[in-house]
C-alpha cells in the first residue's frame, strides 16, 4: 500500500518542488511506482515534470470540488514509473470554495484511498502556505518531510509548521509523522550554510536525513526543460543527492 508523503514547508522557494519532482522521478528510477500530487495552484510540479498546464484537463482542484474522479485526472509522465495528478491555476479558488464545504480538511485523503494501493509511494507538493490546501496534504498523509534552505533565516517559520503538525495529529491524523528534515541549496564554500548546517542538526539531529542536497545549478535549470534531473543531468551532483535521498527513503516504503 502507497506511503503518502506530503512536502511542506510555508515558507517559499526552499526547495520543495525540486524535491517532490526529482525525489520521485529518482524512487521511479528505481522501479517504484510513483504518484506526484501538485497541490500548488502554481503548478511547478506539473510544468516542471512537462505536463502543459494550459488548456484544459481535469485537475487535482475538479477532484477536490467533486468533478472528476481521481482516476480520471491522473496522467502518466515522461518518466516511466512517474504519474501525475496535475494542479491547476484554479486551485487557488479551491482554498476559498472549500471553507463552507462539508469534510472540506479530508478530501484529498478521501479521493487518494480509492488509487492507493496502485502506488509504492505518493508525494504531495504542498503550496508556500498553511492553508486548506496543506492542511489537506498533511490530513492525507502518513508523514512529511520538511525541506529546509541552508540560509540565515532557514528555521524562521518552522515552529508555527511544527504547531500546525502538532494540530493536525490532535484533530485529523493522529499518526501523521516526521519522515524527516532535508537540507537543500547547500553551499560548502560558504561558511553561512555551514553554520545553518551545524544549527539545525544540532536541533533535530535523529530527525536529519543523511543526504544534504547541495546548491546546484543543473538542478534549476531542468524544470525549465520540462525535465527532471534524472532526464536532465543524471551525472551531476544534483542527480546524486537525489539519487542517495531515494536510497535513504525506499526502505522505509
Ligand atoms: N539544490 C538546488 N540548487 C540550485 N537551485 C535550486 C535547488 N533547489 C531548488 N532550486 C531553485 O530554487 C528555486 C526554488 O525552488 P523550488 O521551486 O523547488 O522551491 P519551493 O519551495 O517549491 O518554492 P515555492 O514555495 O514557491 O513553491 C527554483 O528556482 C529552483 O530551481
Ligand atoms: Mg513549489
Do not use: W
Amino acid at each position: 500500500m502507497g506511503k503518502i508523503i506530503a512536502i511542506a514547508n510555508q515558507k517559499g522557494g526552499v526547495g520543495k518542488t525540486t524535491t517532490a519532482i526529482n525525489l520521485g522521478s529518482s524512487l521511479a528510477f528505481a522501479e517504484a511506482k510513483v504518484l506526484l500530487v501538485d497541490m500548488d495552484p502554481q503548478g511547478n510540479a506539473s510544468s516542471g515534470i512537462g505536463f502543459e498546464t494550459k488548456g484544459e484537463y481535469a485537475s487535482v482542484y475538479d477532484v477536490l470540488i467533486g468533478n472528476a474522479d481521481i482516476e480520471e485526472a491522473i496522467v502518466p509522465s515522461k518518466v516511466d514509473n512517474l504519474d501525475l495528478l496535475p494542479s491547476h491555476i484554479n486551485l487557488t479558488a479551491a482554498e476559498v470554495e472549500l471553507v463552507t464545504a462539508l469534510s472540506r480538511e479530508t478530501r484529498l485523503k478521501k479521493h487518494l484511498e480509492k488509487i492507493k494501493d496502485k502506488y509504492k509511494v505518493i508525494l504531495i507538493d504542498c503550496p508556500p502556505s498553511l492553508g486548506l490546501l496543506t492542511v489537506n496534504a498533511l490530513t492525507a498523509a502518513d508523514s512529511v518531510l520538511i525541506p529546509l534552505q541552508c540560509e540565515y533565516y532557514a528555521m524562521e517559520g518552522l515552529g508555527q509548521l511544527l504547531n500546525t503538525i502538532r494540530l493536525i495529529r490532535e484533530s485529523l491524523n493522529e499518526d501523521l509523522a516526521l519522515e524527516g528534515i532535508l537540507l537543500t541549496m547547500y553551499d560548502p564554500r560558504n561558511n553561512l550554510s555551514k553554520e545553518v548546517m551545524t544549527q539545525i542538526e544540532e536541533f533535530f539531529s535523529e530527525s536529519m536525513f543523511r543526504t544534504i542536497v547541495p546548491r546546484n545549478v543543473r538542478l534549476s535549470e531542468a524544470p525549465s526543460f520540462g525535465m527532471s534531473i534524472i532526464e536532465y543531468d543524471i551525472k551531476s551532483k544534483g542527480a546524486a543527492s537525489y539519487i542517495d535521498l531515494a536510497k535513504e527513503i525506499l526502505p522505509r516504503l
